[in-house]
């Protein structure tokens, strides 16, 4: 079993709609969870963090834990196609984050 | 932007030779990570340093190598490159537990 597992898409959704990105995490000790976005060619660029249960809201970007059935998501509301990108779930057991493979989103217009 | 560089952006290296890439951490942070990225994969840890000390280490072999300055800033080292090497080298610095990316060194091994 990996450590992180994400659904590896493509996903299309189209522009106005939601996206819903899910991930499942092995490690049981597991605190903190953050989900990172990553252009083609760039570096990953954080958006949300999460340490509790439950829900956090952040503009158009609301990410929930369920640390019990140990997963956490991302919802992008009213998706745009700038939001078009390669989403990354991280986790972070330790002093390392463990990423899952990322989810590639397309935004169509 | 992060605050946090990288150089070289590019280079391109033969098989055996060595490798050392370079980042500078956000000003504040005293802790930094190297990941490698392969094509299509999620990053992959390599070590963290904090206040100069290797804190934690990936599954890499030890021709892979590390140091960070009093600075904050830090380098790692490659040597005996292989092609497998060939990935996105990824710097992220943090003070507590959010880690923030540099733009990354892709590394290209011929």
């Known amino acids: 079993q990996k450590e992180v597992e994400q659904n590896s898409g493509p996903l299309s959704v189209p522009e106005g709609a939601i996206a819903s990105l899910n991930c499942t995490y092995s490690?049981?000790?597991?605190?903190?969870f953050f989900w990172y976005r990553q252009y083609s060619g760039k570096s990953p660029e954080l958006i949300m963090f999460?340490?509790?249960?439950g829900d956090k809201e952040d503009g158009r970007f609301t990410a929930q834990l369920n640390k019990a059935s140990q997963y956490v998501s991302l919802l992008i509301r009213d998706s745009q196609p700038s939001d078009s990108a390669t989403y990354l779930c991280?986790?972070?057991?330790?002093?390392?984050?463990?990423f899952g493979t990322g989810t590639r989103l397309t935004i169509i217009p | 932007e992060t605050g946090v560089t990288q150089s070289p952006t590019h280079l391109i290296k033969t098989r055996g030779q060595q490798v050392t890439l370079r980042c500078s951490s956000q000003?504040?942070?005293?802790?930094v990570s190297w990941y490698q990225q392969a094509l299509g994969q999620g990053p992959q840890f390599i070590f963290q340093y904090y206040r100069e000390e290797e804190n934690g280490r990936g599954n890499f072999p030890p021709r892979f190598s590390g140091l960070q300055f009093p600075n904050y800033s830090s380098e790692l080292n490659v040597n005996a490159l292989e092609l497998d090497d060939s990935a996105l080298y990824l710097c992220?610095?943090?003070?507590?537990?959010?880690?923030?990316f540099g733009p990354g060194t892709r590394l290209l091994v011929l």
């Open positions: 999460i340490y509790s249960n």
């Open positions: 991280a986790v972070n057991p330790g002093e390392k984050l463990t």
């Open positions: 000003s504040g942070h005293n802790t």
């Open positions: 992220a610095s943090s003070r507590q537990e959010t880690q923030y």
């Open positions: 490690d049981r000790g597991s605190q903190s």
